[in-house]
């Protein structure tokens, strides 16, 4: 295929499935394909792309991407040199391991190629709870239930492999298992999972909250923390049918897909952040509406390491919740679940000065925070300098992107959702929190709301046990109206 096709005859979707066929039998993969794949490539590349696209697209980028193949191996051991003295080699980041892998543009593209392909075994992949990888199963869903937005999704991912082909991007992602330990030894430099009362006694100030009626988290104005409303598995349906918010991310942002390689399912007490993806497509519209619009030209800056800065967390909450979700052990389940995708861990020390400073105990078993004796905490942290509470050099300005996190397909209510990321952005220091509404109707007054609540200088604890106790009253069913109606009675219906 390298050498184009006059030579390998590899000149429409059908011979490109019997040529991947090919391949995956000479590395002795016997893993069996998605059945309808090869109907899935011929459908794409010999009816749905123009005349003229195909042609250029098998003339020109499968010779291209056959020869990113054939380096692979020379990319991988350039790639291992490069990350032994720092540990952020290629590896499978196991549960319950927080750790790094950095891996360059070019050698996402060439494992991106072998995911066209079909060339990554599968056979111990669901043994070790990690997520679709090949992409046979995009193809065959466009095949067996054809939608607009199933093949929008791989026309986003086409437009992808033809701009790397035209030009290859030479910076590089980072992918990390973000942790809150279950565990606590006095060695260790990070903070623990939190239980109850690191919330109710917790005097961290809240970060300003802006509103946004429209627009989208990826296209936000300032560098901040995007929310990916994450499946447990990375990437959720992004290789099969799922077209919502985070398959949507990964369509446009392709090289998010390579994390879904080595990254297995995330636990209650895990995130995983993704820094430096570069955006590729434009779209238009949502889930069956879905719409691929040309190329997009990402113009983010870069930092030290290559990475553009663009940073995604994926964060996942629980899904079809229902009355559990109001209950004691799901709202810190699902506090701590966004405390961890929010929080720095590398800056750890900072916290444990700032906190100190701020006669706050950050005791690793439970994070309690000291009241004076005689003196109200609250009052003694609103005298206190505003900077202290910051972190140092630029991740100051950092904060958080998000919007109806867990709810929608997910079915968690989104007024409590969105006080408990507020809570999480808070306590993890961020700088602010803008609220992406996406125009949801129970969200119409969430400005007035948290303006009212920044007037009152409630803190962290505060707004804690206010939602506690609302969702103390929902579950004895003496709450039958929203936490917005019921902390402010006098909203507008």
Excluded at 215 to 237: C, M, Q, R, S, T
Excluded at 427 to 447: C, D, K, N, V, W
Aim: proline content about 4%.
């Amino acid at each position: 295929m390298s050498r184009g096709p006059d030579h390998s005859l590899v000149n429409c979707g059908e011979v490109l499935s019997i040529a991947i066929s090919d391949m995956r039998a000479s590395l002795s993969l016997a893993d069996p394909l998605a059945l309808s794949a090869p109907l899935g490539y011929a459908l794409f590349f010999d009816e749905l792309m123009s005349g003229a696209d195909s042609r250029k697209w098998f003339a020109e980028d499968i010779p291209k991407l056959a020869n990113l193949l054939l380096r692979l191996p020379s990319l991988l051991e350039v790639h291992y040199q490069n990350s032994r003295a720092y540990g952020y080699g290629l590896r499978i980041l196991g549960p319950q391991q927080p750790g790094m892998v950095l891996l360059s543009q070019e050698l996402i593209g060439a494992l991106l190629a072998c995911s066209l392909f079909c060339l990554f075994p599968i056979s111990n992949r669901g043994l070790k709870h990690l997520p679709t990888i090949n992409f046979d199963q995009l193809f065959a869903s466009l095949y067996d239930s054809y939608s607009e937005s199933q093949e929008n999704k791989v026309r986003c991912i086409i437009c992808y492999f033809q701009r790397i082909c035209l030009q290859m991007p030479t910076g590089s992602v980072s992918f990390e298992r973000k942790l809150l330990s279950l565990e606590h030894h006095p060695w260790q430099s990070f903070l623990s999972y939190p239980y109850v009362d690191f919330w109710t006694k917790s005097t961290i100030p809240l970060c300003p909250f802006q509103v946004h009626s429209s627009g989208l988290i990826e296209d936000h104005a300032i560098e901040a923390l995007e929310v990916d409303f994450a499946n447990k598995y990375l990437g959720g349906g992004a290789l099969h049918r799922g077209c919502v918010q985070e398959e949507i991310r990964f369509m446009i942002n392709p090289e998010l897909i390579a994390g879904m390689l080595f990254l297995p399912s995330m636990a209650d007490n895990e995130a995983i952040e993704i820094v430096g993806a570069e955006r590729f497509s434009d779209y238009t519209g949502y889930a069956s509406s879905f719409r691929f619009s040309g190329d997009y030209v990402d113009k983010r800056s870069v930092d030290f390491l290559g990475r553009r800065k663009t940073r995604i967390v994926a964060i996942d909450a629980l899904c079809s919740p229902r009355m559990k979700q109001y209950k004691l052990k799901y709202l810190i389940r699902e506090t701590n679940k966004a405390f961890c995708g929010f929080l720095d861990q590398s800056k750890y020390s900072q916290y444990k000065r700032i906190f100190k400073m701020n006669s706050v105990q950050l005791n690793e078993g439970s994070s309690l925070p000291i009241k004076a004796k005689g003196e109200s905490r609250t009052e003694e942290v609103r005298k206190s300098d505003e900077k202290s509470w910051r972190l140092e050099d630029c991740e100051n300005y950092i904060g958080i992107a998000t919007g109806n996190w867990g709810c929608g397909a997910f079915g968690g209510d989104p007024e409590v959702k969105t006080i408990i990321q507020w809570l999480a952005a808070s306590q993890a220091l961020r700088p602010f929190i803008s609220y992406y509404t996406f125009g949801l109707e129970a969200l119409q007054s969430l400005a007035q709301v948290t303006q009212w609540i920044i007037l009152q200088k409630w803190n962290v604890g505060d707004l804690w046990n206010i939602l506690i106790e609302y969702s103390s009253q929902k579950l004895r069913g003496e709450a039958d109206v929203g936490f917005f109606a019921w902390l402010l009675p006098s909203l507008p219906k």
